[in-house]
C-alpha cells in the first residue's frame, strides 16, 4: 500500500483558489486509482473527485464539478485537486485516497492524514 501526504491547505476568502498536493511513496503510484474527499465539522466524509490510474479519465460531485479539478503526475508520484471559486461551504479537512487499479474501492484503500482547507465568507 502507498503512504499518502497532503499538503496546501489553508485559509482563503470566498472566490479564491488554492492547489492541494498528495505526495505518495512506498508503492507503484501509477497503479493506483486516486481520488478526494472531505469532512466538514460535524458531518459525514463525503466524495469530491477521483482519477485514472493513467489519469485519462475523471468524476467529480456535483457540488464541485466545474470549480475543482483533479490532475495527476505519475512521475512525481503525486495527485493534485485544483480548487477554484472556493465557497464557505467547501471549509473541511481534505483527504486523500489511493487504491489499486479503478475499482475505486477507496474505503479499503490507503488514506492521508488530511489538510484543512478554510473558506471565509
Known amino acids: 500500500q502507498v503512504q499518502l501526504v497532503e499538503s496546501g491547505g489553508g485559509l482563503v476568502q470566498a472566490g479564491g483558489s488554492l492547489r492541494l498536493s498528495c505526495a505518495a511513496s512506498?508503492?507503484?503510484?501509477?497503479?493506483?486509482?486516486m481520488g478526494w474527499f472531505r469532512q466538514a465539522p460535524g458531518k459525514e466524509r463525503e466524495f469530491v473527485a477521483r482519477i485514472t490510474m493513467s489519469g485519462r479519465v475523471t468524476f467529480y460531485a456535483n457540488s464541485v464539478k466545474g470549480r475543482f479539478t483533479i490532475s495527476r503526475d505519475n512521475a512525481k508520484n503525486t495527485v493534485y485537486l485544483q480548487m477554484n471559486s472556493l465557497k464557505p461551504e467547501d471549509t473541511a479537512v481534505y483527504y486523500c485516497a489511493g487504491t489499486p487499479g479503478n475499482n475505486y474501492a477507496f474505503a479499503s484503500g490507503s488514506w492521508g492524514q488530511g489538510t484543512q482547507v478554510t473558506v471565509s465568507s
Open positions: 512506498g508503492g507503484t503510484f501509477s497503479n493506483y486509482g
